[in-house]
């Protein structure tokens, strides 16, 4: 009840706000323009209209008012509702992918003797559309007989990121399991000790160390680099991964493995559209249907948890997430289609 109550206070201050801009602007414009469009016009803020939107940048609701015979502005709030898709990964052992599933059978039993749970070898992430924009938009009726059709212009404004992808919570047992085996990997590699007891340095057994070191590190194969990878290192500009290297996406301190996809934004559009009446002879109810494109200044880039960018980093990358990062890769500007379905408030 607590989180609903906050939602209703959050959407009556977007609502007041959005009506503040629509009134603010509208009157400013009009001043500006009383002098062009006839300062007796009878049709500057003389009514306000309340849209429901919905379409391809979601569900939302707009205010619009006349500045003018022939100009109307708009500013509103969309948000695309909240559903998953799933990807499926397979976790890999070493960098050979025809000997990681015998490699992973044979580790499987002590990492599950670690963890206390079974470690599977396949993850699932849940992308997520994480999408919501504020929109200020102008439309103008051009042609004096026919009040039907309009062309728009103005932007969208929302948070950068439009999507993530993170990991389902049944796979974090298996996660935790590789982040073990790697710790393990990394401290035999070192020569280090496992643990100290009691001021004692404790060893893996040399036999279970050449095993461990022959395996290799544990990961997620994603795709592979399509050219060199550098670091700072201790202030220098290191190579850390060679192009045609696997990427091995491994598990953050948390755990977990995500991915985040962003965008500009600060989004211009630029549409048309046709309306009219929704309800014969019945002015105060309307419909009608948008159509334009959003500029979102470029590409989507998609990052992982570990700085890896995916539209840019790697080829063949693998599965259902191939589909997704070409995709993303085309999507400069994003296509609207809306309906809105309109009430004169006053």
């Not at 939302?60 to 909240?82: C, E, T, W």
Request: proline fraction near 4%; include cysteine; aromatic fraction near 12%.
């Amino acid at each position: 009840m607590q989180s609903e109550t906050i939602n209703i206070k959050n959407m009556k201050r977007i609502i007041t706000g959005i009506a503040i801009v629509v009134l603010s602007v509208s009157y400013c414009l009009a001043q500006g323009t009383a002098g062009l469009i006839g300062e007796n016009d009878k049709k500057i803020l003389n009514h306000l209209d309340l849209s429901f939107t919905a379409g391809t940048t979601g569900l939302g609701f707009d205010l619009a008012a006349p500045i003018g015979n022939i100009v109307q502005i708009r500013a509103g709030y969309s948000i695309m509702p909240h559903f998953k898709y799933n990807m499926d990964f397979g976790i890999q052992v070493g960098d050979d992918p025809a000997t990681s599933q015998t490699k992973f059978e044979k580790l499987s039993g002590m990492l599950t003797q670690l963890t206390g749970n079974k470690v599977d070898n396949h993850v699932t992430m849940e992308g997520r559309p994480r999408y919501y924009n504020f929109s200020l938009l102008i439309d103008v009726f051009p042609f004096k007989n026919n009040k039907h059709w309009h062309f728009t212009g103005g932007f969208f404004v929302g948070p950068s990121k439009v999507a993530d992808a993170i990991n389902s919570i049944g796979d974090m047992q298996s996660l935790m399991g590789v982040n073990i085996y790697n710790n393990i990997y990394d401290k035999v590699y070192r020569g280090e000790p496992l643990i100290k007891w009691n001021e004692n340095d404790i060893y893996l057994d040399p036999a279970y160390e050449d095993k461990i070191l022959s395996y290799g590190r544990m990961g997620i194969h994603v795709g592979d680099f399509n050219k060199d990878i550098y670091a700072d290192v201790n202030g220098q500009s290191t190579l850390i991964h060679k192009k045609g290297d696997p990427y091995m996406m491994e598990p953050g301190e948390d755990g977990m493995v995500s991915a985040d996809a962003t965008a500009n934004s600060f989004k211009p559009y630029i549409g048309f559209g046709y309306g009219g009446r929704l309800i014969k002879n019945n002015d105060k109810y309307k419909i009608s249907f948008d159509c334009g494109v959003m500029f979102w200044g470029g590409k989507p880039d998609v990052i992982t948890h570990d700085g890896v960018n995916l539209t840019q980093d790697l080829d063949n990358i693998w599965g259902d997430l191939d589909n997704y990062v070409k995709f993303a890769k085309k999507v400069t500007v994003f296509p609207e289609l809306n309906l809105r379905i309109s009430r004169t408030i006053f």
